[in-house]
């Protein structure tokens, strides 16, 4: 009886979509019915293009995911060396509040990095000896070492920064530039996600797709995640049984029969549904091509280092972000798990920047070989540092660190950024901003604006709020960071 | 809603109402990439109750529902999202889920209500009904004649193909139809499962 029922209904729109019902259904579905032809032409940002003259096109945002310890890599304290062991003082923690993990230690010894520093390049830069191939692009790099967060745990921290709010539900940075300025590419989505599970901590952090959620922006600006397993993205692959000519056979039948209906309904979102399907047909072929890194010389692998040939890891990851780069994808986001040095730390974060220090410096220079460095952003960090005291014990060999959202260290290079400079002074402790603070608010601002994004101009309208990456607060760009 | 329905038109639908969660089928690996514990799917009429009852891990949601932008969990969802990706096309297309669906509309196809003897067309006609509730039109039935004649041609050649498309899924094939005849129609099945008329509500 239903049936009957629906079919009743379905027969009396079948007739009024000949008449008037046609024209008020077009015109209802006439946003949609752009939309589809900005499908197919593989653009079709909301912003109808950047505010101004942008100087990257796209964004290869390295997430160290777990918090890197600042002070064993980029912002060199020999001051350390002199209070190492002795208490942090109160002048210098100023009641900060610390995590759980730690809130309970009796003493908070200052810890002075186990790793040695040099200068290196025309710049001078000092870089810790955990990164000898970073060291080698420093002219290249620019080093914040103020960033900071009010967040002190993994969860709120990293969703922070991905997407501009503690509280989960926001759109991450990736989909507000798929939703801001649109995609490059017909066959490949505008945000892919690569991850890579880190040697230092294994089992660490866990990861979360809200980190790549389109919050409430369309769901086609979420994050793809792109994987090293035989399916590259999700149910890519056709059926056992199924090959490629049948399945051309199948969409071929399908275009017939969803064109029949779009003839007698006029709607084009089913226009927008046969694109899909042909957009989802190219990404057959052309997914499995771009993540098949044979065709790879020699000399390519040798540069983002022996790991580079096992599919999955940071360093085939890195590579594979500069095929994607090259295929036009807007945003391309590695997570590497792993840097969370809660203790032994001398151990663990030599694994992690084993993992990272390589690939991580062929990725500019590749990209700089190839012309593109110019106008790709290279981002390198994580969603807060380390604590400058000890958590657990504090021996000759060995200590921890806890997390700290006070100031820590990331870079940028490529992309409009000055390379070879410093940005941000921190306190002797490492614990304080003492000049030029980059709140992530500013990093993301700084970010849109090297795409030709005014982050205050880059809103949506969703439960009456016009939101925004940058939230309420004022969040600036940091100008001196741009050429 | 859509699995729902590709489980209930193909007869696979586990009717049972209540009960804890339960685990489909989801692409080896999800859960271990993201935090490293495993995901155990279930088995048996488990794995056809309706998507109601399936098993949500907040961090790493069900694949196969959040490419149709299920809410995840995390937020209130005040207003549901109409959108249209090639992920979901490649959800309904490749996902085991909808291939053994489209294997077991074929089955009844080929078994429920009509003569073995009924014409191909008597069939598309029967499925038509129970995936789209209405009748199909003569270019529609030509459409999937063409495909289903060029199907029965490949399996009727290549049993091995044939038997692996069957092979999808787990709940048993019936082994009395004939292999290369089922997988024919289990892919003319599959893109019912795909007509956008199946897909949307209007």
Known sequence: MTNEILLTRRALFGQSARGIGAIALASLMQPESVRAAALRSGKGGALGGPHFAPRAKRVIYLFQSGG???????????????????????????????????????????????????????????????????????????????????????????????????????????????????????????????????????????????????????????????????????????????????????????????????????????????????????????????????????????????????????????????????????????????????????????????????????????????????????????????????????????YGRDHHGRCFSIWLAGGGIRGGIDYGQTDDYCYNIVENPVHIHDLNATILHCLGIDHRRLTYRFQGLDERLTGVEEARVIERLVN | MIRDSALAVSGLLTERLGGPSVKPYQPAGLWKEMRNDAYEQDQGADLYRRSLYVYRKRSVPPPGLNAFDAPDRETSCVRRQRTNTPLKALVTLNDPTYVEAARALAQRLLTESVSAAASSKVRIARAFRLTLARDPKPPEIDALLRLLHRQQALYAQNNDAAVKLLSIGESPRNERLDIAEHAAWTVVANVLLNMDEFLSKE
């Not at chain 1, 990095?113 to 290249?140: M, N, Y």
Request: hydrophobic residues 35%.
């Open chain 1, 68 to 398: 890197p310890s600042q002070m064993e890599l980029f912002d060199y304290k020999p001051s350390l060396e002199k209070v190492h062991g002795s208490e942090l003082p109160d002048s210098i923690r100023q009641g900060q509040r610390v995590t759980a993990m730690t809130a309970e230690q009796s003493s908070f010894p200052c810890v002075s990095s186990i790793f040695r520093f040099a200068q290196h390049g025309a710049c001078g830069r000092w870089i810790s000896e955990l990164l000898p191939h970073t060291a080698g692009i420093v002219d290249k790099i620019c080093v914040i070492k103020t960033v900071n967060t009010e967040a002190i745990n993994h969860d709120p921290a990293i969703t922070y920064i991905n997407t501009g709010s503690q509280q989960p539900g926001k759109a991450s940075l990736g989909s507000w530039l798929s939703y801001g300025i649109g995609s490059e590419s017909q066959n490949l989505p505008a945000y892919v996600v690569l991850i890579s599970q880190g040697t230092g901590r294994p089992g660490g952090q866990p990861l979360f797709s809200r980190l790549w959620s389109n919050g409430f922006l369309p769901s086609r600006h979420q994050g793809v995640k792109f994987r090293s397993s035989s399916d590259p993205v999700l149910y890519l692959s056709n059926p056992p049984g199924l090959d490629g000519a049948t399945r051309r056979a199948t969409l071929d039948a399908l275009s017939e029969l969803n064109q029949l209906k779009a003839q007698t309904f006029a709607d084009p979102e089913i226009e927008t549904r046969i694109a899909q399907y042909e957009m989802a047909y190219r990404m057959q072929t052309s997914v499995p091509q771009l993540m098949d890194l044979r065709d790879e010389p020699e000399y390519i692998f040798d540069r983002y280092g022996p790991n580079s040939r096992q599919p999955g890891t940071y360093a085939a990851n890195c590579l594979l972000a500069r095929r994607l780069a090259e295929s036009g994808v807007r945003f391309i986001q590695l997570f590497h798990r792993g840097w969370d040095q809660h203790g032994d730390l001398p151990k663990a974060l030599s694994g992690q920047c084993s993992d990272v220090d390589q690939p991580s410096a062929a990725l500019v220079r590749d990209l700089e070989e190839r012309g593109m460095l110019d106008d790709t952003l290279i981002v390198w960090g994580g969603e807060f540092g380390r604590t400058v005291y000890c958590q657990g014990e504090l021996t000759a060999d060995n």
